[in-house]
């Protein structure tokens, strides 16, 4: 069973006490609502990147080459 640790930060004292279910049951909605989150700054990042290849590709089909379009993004 998962465990947390308790310190007593005035007697330096530290405890190891295992989770109740519905610290457990918190711990996993926690988790779970991480890694929907995570997964969306992920496709965020990802439509980013390809917008922004996008966009340099039709730079470059109007003639400017990749220093130009380098100093563009500066």
Known sequence: MPTK???DCSTGETTEVELTAE????READAAAFAVAQAAREAEEAARLAAKGAA?????SLGLT???I?????
């Open 5 to 7: 640790l308790i310190v």
């Open 23 to 26: 610290e457990i049951a918190q």
């Open 56 to 60: 340099q590709q039709k730079l470059m």
């Open 66 to 68: 990749a220093e130009e």
């Open 70 to 74: 380098a100093a563009l993004t500066k």
